[in-house]
């Protein structure tokens, strides 16, 4: 925006100027003088269009490229919710999650409310029966990540992969624990996915705040500072969510 403005204030400078020339410059000058300055408004308006255009394409190319990137990651994120589930806690590397959604079964449980005999208050109650409810849990079948997240697709096998941008870019995945309850985040750069575009846009970028941009330098989802398993991106940037 400051590069536009600047080039602006330019153009009607030179404007200006051009006026001034047509009242005090002498005739035999004026031709040459006024080609040169209607060369540089025309090579600045170029400028300013061609700045404008860039990153109205910029903005474009982020979009798609941000969509591919957020869909692996709610991919991981619902990987690590299943492993969660059976294990307790989030899986530490890429590794173990691909095998648990090749291998790992996930288990259909169903709760209930029972009555049975309560022991101790019957006994403190000379013999008389008094009764409790509890809850159980039955397992009824299993099922598979593969086949519930994945349908079928063997796209889990590069899970670890951002996919887009930088040849050979990895996601990068960390766990902790905080007050005992397991949590995890999903980092990847901004500056990998938009590595081949201007620097200055990227930089731009990742200093963005804003209610439907994707804020800060990363695209990431969970959290490692709370318990969080959402992403950092608004819902119109995924067709899954």
Known sequence: MN???????????TIAIVWLIDKFVPKKLKPVIHLV??????????????????????????VKRY??????????????????EVHGEYAGDFDKLIDFVENGQVPIT????????DKE???AFGGVETMKTITLIDTLSYYTVKDSIFKGDN?????????????????????????DISVFEVTVDKEVILHDQDKYLVKKEKQVVSVDGV??????????EEVNTTGNWPKNYSKKE
Request: aromatic residues 8%.
């Open 3 to 13: 590069i536009i403005i600047a080039v602006v204030v330019i153009i009607i400078l």
């Open 37 to 62: 300055l209607w060369g540089l408004i025309v090579y600045l308006g170029y400028i300013t269009f061609m700045s404008v255009y860039k990153e109205i394409q910029f903005n474009k190319l982020k």
């Open 67 to 84: 969509e591919v990137v957020i869909d692996r990651l709610i991919d991981i994120r619902d990987s690590q919710l299943a492993y969660k």
């Open 110 to 117: 169903q709760r209930r409310d029972t009555l049975v005999l």
């Open 121 to 123: 208050r019957t006994l």
């Open 155 to 179: 796209r889990y096998k590069n899970m670890a992969d951002v996919g887009i941008g930088e040849e050979g870019a990895k996601f990068s995945l960390k766990t902790d624990k905080l007050d």
């Open 215 to 224: 804020n800060g330098p990363t695209l990431k989802v969970g959290s490692l």
